[in-house]
């Protein structure tokens, strides 16, 4: 049996299988502070790929896609000229050591999970919140 290496900050991403970091990525978002901040966070949970999670750090939206450079192996197509985002990126603590999902203080990965949350968050919410763009508009007589 091949003896398997200690996992170290040096071995992670040779160890790592599923290239977790480059199957999606963040884009740091405002605080949501108001019901048009909702809505619009609901749009946008409303596509495929698309989530919302709160951490530590704050607000984020996460699209889920794979690197168009992983390869088959894991291993990154354009390691040499990768961009700086990968070049930043820290395996101190890294998908390989934990489940994302645990560090996040709120996670809404579909619509009705945010739309959920919107209700209980405002108790005002109204069924004319519950679709984004549906909302009613008042004629001028």
């Given amino acids: 049996?091949?003896?398997?290496?200690p996992i170290t900050s040096e071995s992670k991403c040779s160890q790592c299988k599923t290239s977790s970091c480059c199957t999606y990525i963040t884009q740091a978002i405002r605080k949501p502070r108001d019901q048009q901040d909702y809505l619009n966070l609901l749009w946008q949970v409303s596509h495929e790929h698309v989530s919302v999670f709160k951490d530590g750090d704050g607000w984020y939206l996460m699209i889920d896609g794979r690197c168009a450079h992983l390869q088959d192996d894991g291993r990154c197509g354009i390691y040499e000229s990768r961009p700086d985002a990968c070049r930043e990126h820290s395996?101190?603590?890294?998908e390989f050591d934990r489940v994302l999902s645990d560090d996040f203080k709120l996670f809404f990965p579909t619509y009705e999970s945010l739309l959920a949350h919107c209700r209980k968050k405002f108790k005002?919410?109204?069924?004319?919140?519950?679709e984004p763009g549906m909302r009613s508009k008042k004629r001028k007589s």
């Fill in 91 to 94: 395996d101190e603590s890294c």
């Fill in 124 to 130: 005002d919410w109204g069924a004319e919140q519950a």
């Fill in 1 to 5: 049996m091949p003896k398997k290496l």
